[in-house]
């Protein structure tokens, strides 16, 4: 059973930091990329950030460029996102998912997990 689990959402003030992690397991870990894409209320699935467990390319969405930081433990089939300098427009639903191959857009992931709620206060 494939599952992602995507923890470490929270309220945050705006210029805060906060450390998203994603838990999975059920499936080779290096042969997927994971990425994160966050939804705010009343709009698309926004694709975030991604990272090619196999050799370690990063992938960022232009507005989240410098603010945000991918990482991988493949030891622990965990995936983070590390989030600097947080905006109230990044509040949102942040969930992890998975793709066979690095996604061009969001049709490509195979796999969802459920979400974590960031909330950024001004």
């Known amino acids: 059973d494939v599952q992602l689990q995507a923890s470490g959402g929270g309220l945050v003030q705006a210029g805060g930091s906060l450390r998203l992690s994603c838990a999975t397991s059920?499936?080779?870990?290096?042969?997927?990329?994971i990425g994160w894409v966050r939804q705010a209320p009343g709009k698309e699935r926004e694709g975030l950030s991604c990272?090619?467990?196999?050799?370690?390319?990063?992938f960022y969405k232009d507005s989240v460029q410098g603010r945000f930081t991918i990482s991988s433990d493949n030891a622990k089939n965990t995936v983070y996102l590390q989030m600097n300098s947080l905006k109230p427009e990044d509040t949102a639903v942040y969930y992890c998912?998975?793709?066979?191959?690095?996604?061009?857009?969001?049709?490509?992931?195979?796999?969802w997990g459920q979400g974590t709620q960031v909330t950024v206060s001004s």
């Open positions: 998912a998975a793709a066979r191959w690095v996604p061009l857009n969001l049709l490509e992931y195979n796999y």
């Open positions: 059920g499936f080779t870990f290096d042969d997927y990329a």
């Open positions: 990272i090619d467990t196999r050799d370690g390319t990063l």
